[in-house]
């Protein structure tokens, strides 16, 4: 069964770190709203949900997959690149590793967990403001001798990886050539984001589903096309946090 360990958003969520989208208002009550609704498509996609507290003094605290990148074999507990977002990482710490033997990424290293896409035994990682190469390097030597293979991506005008791109199946990557270099997935089938809505290639492979930004129909048709179990989930408040859905869950198989 599926595990999928989550957090309740602090209503200081407005508070969170900012790279490349303007601050605006985010509705706290909205928010928490459409995280109950999120840990709902969980469930619905077979998922047992652990459902942890709020924590008002992280406000990007809801973004649990940035704390941790889980494999089969083990769970790296990352080192995030930000002051304000490090605390976070002792807190999900304990409950990873009920689940999963843990190792660790140390400072300087930095790297967060959704700069990490994995696609069977690769693992992209993309060179952002938040993760540099000492910290690819420490997830490349960790990783190895499980069998991993570590490929670092340059990226363009995109906070994490995942932003930019994630895995439709096993053999298809869904991106915004934009923000990515195709040629980095070459050997796979690519498949654009509709024009129109450039932030919808952050999608979450739960199962044999496919949860989608609700904001992105289009794109969303396009999936549904493949024959595949595509569930639109609205998170619009958290993508005004630089959020998706990826972002708010943390998978264990």
Not at 175 to 181: F, R, S
């Amino acid at each position: 069964m599926l595990t999928a360990i989550t957090r309740e958003p602090a209503r200081s969520l407005s508070g969170c770190e900012l790279t490349y989208v303007a601050r605006q208002p985010i509705d706290a009550g909205r928010a928490a709203a459409q995280h109950r609704d999120y840990r709902r498509a969980l469930e619905a996609c077979g998922a047992r949900v652990v459902a942890l507290p709020a924590v008002e003094g992280l406000p990007d605290s809801v973004f649990v997959e940035d704390a941790a990148v889980v494999l089969e074999e083990l769970a790296v507990i990352t080192s995030p690149g930000v002051a304000s977002r490090r605390a976070e990482v002792g807190l999900i710490e304990p409950e990873v590793a009920r689940l999963r033997p843990v190792a660790r990424i140390l400072a300087p290293a930095t790297l967060e967990g959704g700069d990490v896409l994995r696609v069977g035994r690769r693992l992209f990682v993309g060179l952002s403001p938040r993760t540099n190469r000492a910290g690819v390097e420490a997830l490349e030597r960790l990783t190895a001798p499980h069998g991993y293979e570590v490929a670092p991506i340059a990226l363009r005008d995109c906070l994490h990886l995942k932003t930019a791109c994630t895995a439709a199946d096993d053999g298809t990557i869904l991106l915004n050539p934009a923000w990515v270099d195709a040629e980095a997935f070459r050997g796979y089938e690519l498949l654009a984001v509709h024009p129109a809505e450039p932030w919808a290639a952050n999608t979450a492979r739960v199962g044999e589903s496919l949860l989608v930004g609700a904001s992105f129909p289009r794109t969303a048709e396009a999936l549904a096309r493949r024959g595949l179990d595509v569930r639109p989930v609205d998170v619009s408040e958290f993508a005004k946090a630089e959020g998706g859905l990826t972002c708010m869950s943390l998978i264990f198989k």
